[in-house]
């Protein structure tokens, strides 16, 4: 779950407040159907409803209504677990509140079944094998639409995808960047996708030559200029033939330095030659050769700190700089996990991937996990998942890493000594939730919260 702010930004009945060009609106995010989780998310902006009905349907709808001034969205999915009528939520006092309509399997809110709750930002909500994900205050555009029942992408470009609006922006505008020749860098965590994105520019851009990868910090340190420019055969020992190099393999097409920011200082240099005079020069050799090149660079690190320290060249970050985009870690894009998975299930044999469908306990955990490695570490995760669960299809809970499982054992050491402390309270003051806020220093709706979160029970501590 999302850790909450000490105070919302935005209650449902607002106005919605502006951040720069951005509005920021409650939304609802139908994040995966663990019973077919090929199936494409979908985003609803609760600004635009009064009222929503969610419940089992023939097919996927998602139907929109207005009576006597109610703006209703009925929500209908095939999951055979979901009862006709399963879940109503609508707005309370400025509020969003889930109501169970009296489903035959209960309505769960981050793993603990409940008949009402009030959302809070970054709420899992857990109906039969669907899952739903309620944000509060998203940043959004008013243009966008009010239902989103599909993935917003690129056809030519898969990479370019999600049902994040504001991230869905900063993908639109990569669409002509592609199919410019403005250097890109990317920067973002270890795992973030920053190579699929590169893929995916190469895709758009429509150059005829080959896409080159290049791993810069694992090139050896005494052979980069050599693996990056090509050598002319006795240029140096071991240089046996005349080796065309990676920069000239990437003419006409697009050259993808991975982690530039580990680039040694000589070859920074020699970069930023080739990139200024539009041409290459194999070691040993005695004329420079002309290359087309478009270049697209990532670093897991700041090269504009780097500039600053001294280590990484101001004008070749000047010459790279043309346009920046920073991929955010999957923990903080948790609405398009559903997403990512389902593009990486789609990767198998189409009789198999029609045949996996996820415990819904496999799938809690996966939305509760940080995935400190992103989405390298939900492929891997996966990948071992699928093969573990064998013929039947079926992901189980302990098919999945133990650092995902124990996404539904425990908590963090911070959220671990918050709750201590509220227990603490609880018992010093009998269950008075206003003086352990008091003594908190803390409102008491955050209190409130908390115990939510924790799954604490006042009650019990009243004497």
Sequence with gaps: ?????????????????????????????????????????????????????????????LEATTAQGTRRLTIRTDDRRMSSTHARLGKLLQRW?????????????????????ELEDGDLIELGQTF??????????????????????????????????????????????????????LEGETGTGKEVMARALHALSGRPGDFVAVNCGALPKDLVEAELFGHKKGAFSGATEDRLGLVRSADRGTLFLDEIGDLPAPAQAALLRTLQEREVR?????????????????????????????????????????HKVE?????????????????????????????????????RAMLRHDWPGNVRELEKCLGTAVVLAGE?????????????????????????????????????HGGNITAVAKAMGKARMQVQRWLKRYGIDAERFRR
């Design 132 to 185: 739903f994900l309620y944000r509060e205050a998203l940043p959004c555009d008013p243009n966008d639409p009010p239902v989103l029942d599909r993935t917003a992408s690129h056809p030519a470009a898969p990479g370019l995808a999600t049902v994040l609006p504001q991230l869905h922006r900063v993908f639109e505008r990569l669409v002509p960047i592609a199919r410019s020749t403005v250097s890109v860098i």
């Design 327 to 363: 991929l955010p870690p999957l923990r903080a894009r948790r609405e398009d996990l559903g997403l990512l998975a389902g593009v990486i299930l789609a990767r198998l044999p189409p009789e198999h991937a029609a045949r996996i469908r996820i415990h819904p306990r496999a799938a």
């Design 1 to 61: 779950m999302i850790d909450d702010p000490d105070t919302r930004t935005l209650s449902s009945t607002e106005e919605p407040k502006e951040v720069g060009d951005a509005h920021h609106r409650p939304h609802l995010f139908l994040v995966l159907e663990a019973h077919r989780p090929l199936a494409p998310p979908a985003r609803v902006s609760l600004a635009k409803f009064d009222e929503l009905d969610i419940g089992r349907g023939a097919t996927r709808q």
């Design 282 to 322: 194999p070691i040993g050799g005695t004329r420079s050769l002309a290359v087309d090149l478009r270049v697209i660079a990532a670093t897991h690190r700041s090269l504009e700190r780097m500039v600053a320290a001294g280590s990484f060249r101001a004008d070749l970050w000047n010459r790279l700089a043309g």
């Design 392 to 428: 039947d299809g079926q992901v189980e809970l302990e098919h999945l890493p133990a650092a995902v499982q124990r996404a539904l054992e425990g908590l963090s050491a911070e959220d671990a000594a918050r709750r201590d402390e509220l227990v603490a309270r609880l018992d010093e």
């Design 97 to 117: 509140v889930l109501d169970d309509a009296g489903s035959k399997n209960g309505t769960l809110v981050n793993g603990i079944r409940t008949t009402r709750d």
